[in-house]
């Protein structure tokens, strides 16, 4: 698709995109320029002298042992939590795709657990997740102390992935809907015709004519789990039995707002910063050139 | 209407309230408000106080620091006592000493906590509490033992009695290293940091991770895994206190302002000192809870109410009322003789924990106390999962809470003590 809008005044589109230009400014840019200024000084919490020392707290940091813990609690979480994510909207996605009745109804209904918070969603869980009074208690009963995700790190995890799961299958469900309907019906129709079943058609035609979606989807997810999973956290596992699910974000939040330590946990702040626009680079350089090239060649037919 | 309604109004000096943040909710909560309304409706000519309460403990503290650095903070603030040190060195506190007179009639203990090396008075010590024992005389006597236990054998003991007979919570707990690390060495009489316990000099590193408290800490692990102790998020009812006052558990070590939520069951509840170890003299406890620190950059008028308040709250009449109503100790030495024995027996055991003016704790006095909690926790944690041996996570917990102390002499180099 090539660009047809043209707008001939110079300076009308920057006026439009003031103030999201603004917002951005006051509550990323600046918040972002103060932590990098804050990551090279000593930081009083009441404020007072700030002492300039250099890349003394990143040398501080990484010779913290619960660093290491922190970020493979986050790449176990972003992981796993988007890839259960994509599995999921991928499966009801296909299921979508057989035409059963009802689906109108089902792609409206799917798509609600969006409007719900992570922190809402963290509430209900550690509710449901009590190994005294909740669902899954039964478990206790037939094999005791087997269901204990307060003291258990790996339990604590699995719970907090399904959760961000559930919170982030809409966005996958939807997107897989959209990519999936972009597939030529021809290619579905021949390949019906030769007998292949709903199964092999997923296979061998969609998921393959999809792969760019899937790798975009794939990297949002990534980037939304590592940016906006504080919420989920907090409310659920509290950083977890340890710090077994102690992801990055959270441990900024416990490091500089409750640990008082403001200098410590902005040069972490920075850290989470590098790794989201190295992802952030990978999607545009690495997948970008994929998408056009897979594009160019649905243009054809 | 509004003219009736402005008429009956009690007549304050003109201007904006003052400000008062605290840190509790539920009973205690409400107890402060009417300690807040009693003082307004005495003094009228006053500039009225307003008693906002903010959350927990934690969340006051991030809120006060916020609003500080905004220049919008309140004129008294109630923090909880291991922010001391933290508060000590941020400039932004008036001691209490310039502005009441000193008083010989304050729990000797409390003073102690919230003076400098100088002994003058920092803060006016408000929720004042130490860790006592509680147990349940029915379960203790279901597992044929008469008496809670005094040392940590015979609650090691305690507990595998209990579960041997029927009982499925022996104990629970949060875990909180105030009892669990701070009280528990402190009646021991073992530091828990270099340097006078971070009294002498910044230079303080903690010492924790050697000596007696490793011992509890490996004991921790093993009722932990054992299922002897167990987290209280654990039990049905989700909370120590809960667990306990439920019957769901036998043992509970708590705070004595816990008792108002146990006073139902008084006939059924024995209040003991915290266990030590075998052979080790028992020393005095340190206090716990909460103190209320007056901020600077107020205007005068706003001192005025504040000292009022404070001189208020020193009323025998309103120390004895508020302690009974929520458990706390009470703020002068001689409200709390009047308090040995009688119908409140966690606040006398705390009282007799605490001991006399000839011989009192040193309590801890280093920055960033609320990670070494958060780390001591997290390692405990750990440790209880198998993920590391308890004096390896001991280690890591000290490793880390040192980097915090060298932190925090570096930020804190050239700052001076009130």
């Known amino acids: 698709m090539t660009a047809s809008a043209h707008f001939p005044q110079r300076y009308l589109p920057l006026l439009f995109a003031l103030p999201q230009l603004l917002a951005l400014l006051l509550f990323f840019y600046w918040p972002a320029l103060q932590a990098a200024w804050w990551s090279l000084h000593l930081v009083p919490p009441f404020g007072g002298q700030e002492t300039y020392v250099g890349l003394a707290n990143y040398r501080r940091l990484l010779q913290d042992p619960a660093l290491l813990d922190s970020l493979r609690a986050t790449l176990v979480f972003s992981l796993g939590g988007t890839l259960l994510a994509m599995g999921l909207g991928l499966v009801l996605a296909a299921c979508l795709e057989l035409r059963l009745r009802g689906r109108r109804l089902w792609r409206n209904l799917l798509v609600w657990p969006y409007a719900v918070s992570g922190a809402t969603l963290g509430v209900i869980f550690q509710a449901l997740a009590s190994p005294a009074i909740g669902p899954l208690a039964w478990l206790n009963q037939v094999l005791p102390d087997s269901w204990a995700p307060q003291t258990e790190p790996w339990q604590a995890m699995a719970l907090l992935i399904v959760g961000y799961a559930w919170c982030q299958m809409p966005f996958t469900f939807l997107m897989f809907v959209a990519s999936l309907q972009a597939v030529p019906d021809d290619y579905l129709a021949a390949a019906a015709l030769d007998g292949a079943t709903s199964w092999q058609r997923l296979r061998d035609i969609q998921l393959p004519l999809i792969r760019p979606y899937l790798a975009f989807v794939f990297v949002i997810g990534l980037l939304d789990s590592l940016a906006n999973s504080f919420g989920l956290v907090d409310t659920l596992t509290q950083g977890g039995p340890g710090d077994s699910t102690q992801i990055l974000a959270y441990k900024i939040y416990r490091d500089g707002v409750v640990g008082l330590d403001l200098a410590g946990s902005s040069a972490l702040s920075m850290l989470l910063l590098l790794l989201v626009v190295a992802l952030s680079l990978l999607q545009c350089w690495g997948l970008a050139r994929r998408c056009t090239r897979l594009g160019g060649s649905h243009g054809r037919t | ?418």
């Open chain 2, 1 to 418: 209407m509004l003219l009736v309604l402005v008429g009956t109004a009690p007549s304050h000096a003109q201007g904006v309230p003052i400000t008062f943040w605290y840190a509790h909710g539920g009973s205690v909560g409400q107890a402060i408000q009417a300690l807040c309304q009693d003082f307004n409706a005495r003094h009228p000519q006053l500039r009225a106080l307003a008693c906002i309460a903010q959350g927990t403990y934690e969340q006051t503290l991030q809120k006060t620091v916020a609003a500080y650095r905004s220049h919008q903070a309140p004129a008294l603030v109630e923090l909880y006592d291991v922010a001391t040190q933290d508060l000590l060195y941020s400039g932004a506190i008036r001691p209490v000493a310039d502005l009441l007179p000193d008083t010989d009639d304050l729990l000797p203990a409390a003073r102690r906590y919230y003076s400098n090396n100088a002994g003058r008075l920092l803060a006016q010590p408000f929720s004042i509490s130490t860790a006592v024992l509680y147990s349940r005389r029915s379960a203790l006597a279901q597992a044929g033992l008469d008496q809670p236990p005094a040392t940590w054998e015979a609650f090691d003991s305690a507990l595998r009695q209990l579960r041997a007979h029927g009982q499925r919570c022996p104990a629970a707990s949060d875990f909180n290293p105030w009892i669990w690390l701070e009280q528990s060495s402190a009646v021991q009489g073992v530091a828990v940091a270099s340097e006078d316990n971070g009294w002498a000099s910044l230079a303080a590193r903690y010492r924790f991770a050697q000596g007696p408290q490793t011992r509890l800490f490996a004991d921790l692990v093993a009722w932990r895994q054992a299922g002897l102790l167990l987290d209280q998020r654990l039990t049905r009812s989700g909370q120590q206190d809960l667990a306990f006052a439920s019957g769901e558990c036998a043992l509970l070590l708590a705070s004595t302002g816990s008792w108002p939520n146990l006073a139902a069951q008084a006939d059924d509840i024995q209040v003991s000192p915290l266990p030590v170890f075998a052979g080790r003299v028992r020393r005095p406890a340190v206090v716990g809870g909460s103190a209320l620190w007056v901020l600077r950059g107020q205007p005068a008028e706003a001192y005025t109410t504040i000292t009022a308040f404070l001189a208020y709250l020193r009323e025998p009449g309103v120390q004895a009322n508020f302690s009974a109503r929520t458990g706390f100790l009470p703020l002068s030495a001689t409200q709390a003789k009047g308090l040995q024995g009688g119908d409140q027996p966690a606040q006398a055991a705390g009282l007799a924990a605490l001991g006399g003016q000839d011989q009192l704790a040193i309590p801890l006095r280093v920055g960033f106390i609320t990670q070494l909690r958060r780390f001591w926790l997290e390692e405990l944690e750990a440790a209880s999962a198998g993920q590391r041996s308890p004096a390896a996570a001991l280690q890591r917990a000290a490793r880390r809470g040192d980097a915090q102390l060298a932190l925090f002499q570096e930020t804190y180099r050239h700052a001076v003590q009130p």
